[in-house]
């Protein structure tokens, strides 16, 4: 009896897992977003995030490199203890793997926008259909949804995970592969997210309509967008 019912909460568990492996959100890249956000591609394209990548190269940021003890000589985009914070994704279903193409089509080789957004292979077609929902019938549909989608409201956790990961960082959990540029290589490196938020390291925003209604709204929302620009017809 024991064993059956082992073997029968063994199956159990084991569908489970299968149910989420077939249902966790996976990467789809930048030019899937940008589709429909072209201004917030374009505002991204020119941030530090979307040319994370190119620090990797050899004899690229040198005097930078030389300050962090690493090797300024040295290629580092096969690295895979620095490809994780300056991708998107990486190791993850869709994500960016060694060996891609960085600058491909999905421009998974820089910090895109599901870095922070999270994995966009369920929440992106929400979106679209929220809008028709709006223009057709002038109702918000719940931004729970997007939640249960992947999409991730929680920008401080998200910065956190790159900013915060490395020894003696006030991240609980950190854990290597860390940051070689931490406060003690140069205080100018200290991550406060309430300043870094408010930073050019951001795409610029733009006015929402209201697609989407209720919790969870991002804290730093309703103060962006009372300084937002309207979308270009
Ligand atoms: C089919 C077009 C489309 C695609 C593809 C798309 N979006 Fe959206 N997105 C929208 C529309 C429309 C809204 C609602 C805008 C509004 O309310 O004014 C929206 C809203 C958002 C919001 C704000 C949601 C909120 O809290 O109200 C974010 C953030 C966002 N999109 C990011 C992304 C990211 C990241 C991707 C790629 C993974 C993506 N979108 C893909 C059309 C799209
Ligand atoms: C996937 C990892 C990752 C995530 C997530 C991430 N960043 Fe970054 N960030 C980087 C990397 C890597 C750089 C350095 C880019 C370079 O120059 O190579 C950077 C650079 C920056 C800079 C310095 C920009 C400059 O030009 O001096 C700021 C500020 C910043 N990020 C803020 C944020 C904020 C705020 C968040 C969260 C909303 C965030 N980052 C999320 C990896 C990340
Ligand atoms: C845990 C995440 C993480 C890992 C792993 C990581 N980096 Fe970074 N890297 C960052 C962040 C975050 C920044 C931005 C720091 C800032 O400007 O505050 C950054 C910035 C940089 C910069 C630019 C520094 C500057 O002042 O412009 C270089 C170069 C760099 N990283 C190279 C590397 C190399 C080489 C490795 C592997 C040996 C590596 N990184 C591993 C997160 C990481
Ligand atoms: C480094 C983190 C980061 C990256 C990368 C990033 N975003 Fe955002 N995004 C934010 C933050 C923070 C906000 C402001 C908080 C809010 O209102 O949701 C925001 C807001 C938005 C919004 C809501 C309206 C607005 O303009 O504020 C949309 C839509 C959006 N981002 C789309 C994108 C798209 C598309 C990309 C990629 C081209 C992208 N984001 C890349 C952090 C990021």
Not at 51 to 61: E, G, H
Not at 77 to 97: E, L, N, P, R, W
Not at 175 to 183: D, E, L, Q, R
Request: charged content about 30%; some cysteine; hydrophobic content about 30%.
């Amino acid at each position: 009896m024991k064993r059956f019912l082992q073997q029968l909460l063994g199956a159990a568990a084991l569908a489970c897992l299968a149910q989420a492996a077939v249902a966790a959100p996976t990467y789809v890249g930048v030019k899937v977003c940008t589709k429909c956000h072209d201004v917030h591609g374009e505002s991204w394209a020119t941030t530090s995030h979307a040319k994370a990548f190119d620090s990797l190269k050899a004899n690229t940021k040198a005097e930078e490199k030389k300050k962090a003890k690493l090797d300024p000589a040295k290629d580092y985009t096969k690295d895979k203890d620095c490809v994780g914070c300056h991708s998107t994704g990486f190791g993850k279903a869709g994500g960016y793997a060694l060996g891609k193409d960085p600058g491909g089509p999905e421009k998974l080789g820089s910090v895109g926008c599901e870095a922070c957004h999270g994995p966009g292979s369920d929440y992106r077609e929400e979106h679209g259909t929220a809008e028709k929902k709006l223009l057709r019938s002038q109702q918000s549909t719940p931004r729970k949804l997007l939640v249960g989608k992947g999409q991730n409201f929680d920008y401080e956790k998200a910065c956190a995970t790159c900013h915060l990961n490395f020894q003696g960082s006030p991240l609980k959990g950190a854990k290597a592969p860390f940051t070689p540029f931490t406060p003690a290589v140069d205080a100018k490196y200290k991550f406060e997210f309430d300043k870094a938020v408010r930073t050019k390291a951001l795409h610029e925003h733009y006015k929402l309509k209201g697609s989407f209604e209720g919790e969870p709204i991002p804290k730093v929302r309703a103060e962006f967008q009372k300084t937002a620009k309207d979308i270009p017809e």
